[in-house]
């Protein structure tokens, strides 16, 4: 085979660019693909929603006006594209089924996407519609992350055409890192001597106005802080491991969200960097284009929020995406990549095995442990605070935020919270008591050391496969309740009604 490169307009001549010694039966590719997106349905129609889903569902459909919703990004961080859909979804279906009815046309936008449009051979297309990441943290998780992870999929299958401007123009109304996509995919244009004047115009307006919503309010308090940049150098390391073998571990289970264990991850973490290096080899754009994303989300990382592995998954889309372009150009089958894809399809499998066998999060099962015990109505906090939310978009249950002595149901990043060691939540909890009386306490954490009379545990729920499990707490259970009501943190809310789909 034989394949001229240029990165200018593309030209290249091959004798065949899909032949492979090992050639998928063209009449089992559909059934294949067929069971695929099936397969993605299922686990989109039975996810059960964390704690970031839920935030989203909140801002969206809870604040009163689009004025209020805008209000609310300031501390939130993101563009309103996603909860202008999530809004939009909940006024024709209701708050809830918004979350499936967005998300199931995104998962199987980009699974059609990948198995019919994509260039590569077909079994390489299934194994990579059956990855962890599209299968599952991009397919299956309802959040502005999946939007972006279609739009970036459809820039790069249209970009020849003046269509795909629109679509890398929305890019940047998705999240801060699809702004940084779109830049790439602009940068590949270029190099293909596609630029459309047009369309670079459209996709600075959507930009600026995108920076704009998320320009920080005065007040906002991030929800996580970086360390020293030693430290947050190894951590962003040990999250990179997860891209070269997708299987989330920790206390020797299944959990999402979490790296190998620290002495494969210490090792994964940097072999992915080489790995995405060998792959781009061939075309210098490719490889320039890769370490910018990785060096983007590296100085975030260390300078300004650190970003979670979710966050990180991006680079390892980025790789597929270029792979994509590499084999429109010429390229033939590479080994190395396709033992990868092997890997994070076999991660992707066995996830997808997990999620439908256990929930990915039991707040159900914690709504209805309030609920059989009578609880709705009574005074609830929550620590940390953002843990209550799943819980109250399910019930309607207003949990007090701790020491601010205000409700919410939604995080707005605003308050900043003093308790950081056992005691300062001991102190906390007595001070509360003694203003409020007998109270209840939502928490994933064990607080079974606070005692002497302060805490009385009646509920636990263990953890779905997000790790995130539910303790119910009587606080000062001798103590008499007081009437009142404490003041809302966020001012205005509209109310959250999905206790219908409660299960």
């Known amino acids: 085979m034989h394949t001229t490169w240029r990165d200018g307009p593309i030209t290249a001549t091959t004798s065949d660019v899909h032949s492979a010694p090992k ?33 989203a569902l909140q801002i969206a459909v809870q604040s009163p006006d689009l004025g209020a919703l805008l209000d609310n990004l300031h501390y939130e961080g993101h563009p309103p594209l996603w909860y202008l859909l999530l809004r939009t979804a909940t006024s024709i279906f209701g708050a809830g089924s918004a979350l499936v009815v967005v998300q199931l046309p995104i998962a199987i936008g980009m699974q059609s996407l990948i198995l019919f449009r994509s260039p590569f051979e077909r079994v390489e297309r299934l194994l990579i519609a059956s990855s962890f990441f599209i299968l599952f943290d991009f397919g299956t998780l309802s959040r502005s992350l999946s939007l972006g992870v279609l ?34 995919c602009i940068a590949i244009r270029w190099r293909e001597r596609t630029l459309w004047f047009p369309g670079m115009l459209l996709w600075l307006m959507c930009a600026l106005f995108a920076a704009w919503t998320v320009v920080p309010a005065p007040d906002v308090v991030p929800a996580f802080h970086p360390s020293t940049p030693i430290h ?24 999402w969200n979490n790296p190998l264990p620290i002495a494969l991850a210490m090792a994964a973490g940097p072999l992915f960097l080489l790995f995405g290096d060998r792959m781009c080899r061939r075309i210098s754009l490719h490889r320039l284009l890769f370490h910018a994303m990785v060096a983007t989300t590296l100085a975030i990382s260390v300078a300004v929020y650190p970003l979670a592995i979710r966050h990180l998954s991006l680079i390892a889309l ?44 039991t707040v159900y099962q914690a709504a209805k442990a309030i609920r059989n015990a009578g609880l709705i109505d009574a005074k609830w906090a929550a620590f940390p605070a953002s843990r209550g939310q799943g ?25 900043s919270d003093t308790i950081e060691r056992p005691a300062d939540l001991d102190r906390v909890l007595r001070a509360v008591a003694a203003r409020r009386g007998r109270f209840y306490l939502l928490s994933d954490l064990d607080l079974g050391k606070l005692h002497n009379g302060l805490l009385r545990q ?7 496969y997000d ?37």
């Not at 009646?458 to 779905?464: L, M, R, V």
């Open 318 to 361: 980025l790789l597929i995406l270029l792979k994509w372009r590499e084999r429109d150009i010429g390229d033939g089958p590479d080994a190395g990549f396709r033992i990868w894809l092997c890997i994070i399809s076999a991660c992707g499998l066995v996830t997808a095995a997990v999620n439908l066998t256990r929930p990915f999060d």
């Open 23 to 55: 050639r998928l039966k063209a009449g089992l590719f559909p059934t294949v693909a067929a069971f695929l997106i099936a397969l993605q349905a299922a686990l989109v129609i039975t996810h059960i929603p964390w704690l970031d889903e839920w935030q």
């Open 467 to 503: 790790g995130q499990s539910y303790n119910l707490y009587v606080v000062a259970p001798d103590l008499p309740e007081r009437p009142g009501q404490l003041p809302r943190c966020p001012p205005a809310r509209r109310p959250l009604n999905v206790s219908k789909g409660m299960r």
């Open 391 to 415: 819980v109250s978009a399910v019930t309607g249950i207003e949990f007090a935020r701790l020491p601010s002595g205000c409700t919410q149901s939604f995080m707005r990043w605003n308050l």
């Open 458 to 464: 009646f509920a636990h729920i263990p953890p779905g």
């Open 151 to 184: 739009l970036v999929i459809a820039a790069i299958a249209f970009r020849r055409t003046r269509i795909g401007w629109v679509v890398i123009a929305l890019l940047p109304m998705a999240d801060f890192l699809f702004g940084v996509l779109s830049l790439i």
């Open 232 to 255: 947050d150098l190894g951590v962003y390391l040990v999250r990179l491991s997860v891209l070269l073998v997708p299987l989330h571990v920790a206390d020797g289970t299944l959990q």
